[in-house]
């Protein structure tokens, strides 16, 4: 059974940093793509980044560009989220998921079968 873990979320001050963390278990990640997405409250889960099986294209939601940056260890079957300059506006909980497909990329939710329970993160201004 695939496990998806997030660790690394928290509170912060606007302008800081925080870096997520994603442990999977059950299977390795080497062959699958890896996206992370946001739900604040209230709203929509949204894509925020993704990254091929073997980390050799990224991809950004509009918002993060800049500023987020999605990596991935395979030989430790972990995946990351480095979160720069955060905004109030970035206050969510992260999730991280796996698609099948090692090169994937897709925006929606629905191209991603397994799925971490989410970790909050909290910018104040």
């Known amino acids: 059974q695939v496990q998806l873990v997030e660790s690394g979320g928290g509170w912060v001050q606007a302008g800081g940093s925080l870096r997520l963390s994603c442990a999977a278990s059950g299977r390795t990640i080497s062959t699958v793509s890896m996206g992370w997405f946001r739900q604040p409250a209230g709203k929509e889960r949204e894509y925020v980044a993704h990254?091929?099986?073997?980390?050799?294209?990224?991809d950004y939601g509009d918002s993060v560009k800049g500023r987020f940056t999605i990596s991935r260890d395979n030989a430790k079957n972990m995946g990351y989220l480095q979160m720069n300059s955060l905004k109030p506006e970035d206050t969510a909980v992260y999730y991280c998921a796996l698609d099948l497909n090692p090169l994937g990329g897709g925006h929606d939710v629905s191209e991603y079968e397994y799925w971490g329970l989410g970790t909050q993160v909290t910018v104040s201004s």
């Open positions: 990254i091929t099986w073997n980390g050799g294209r990224l």
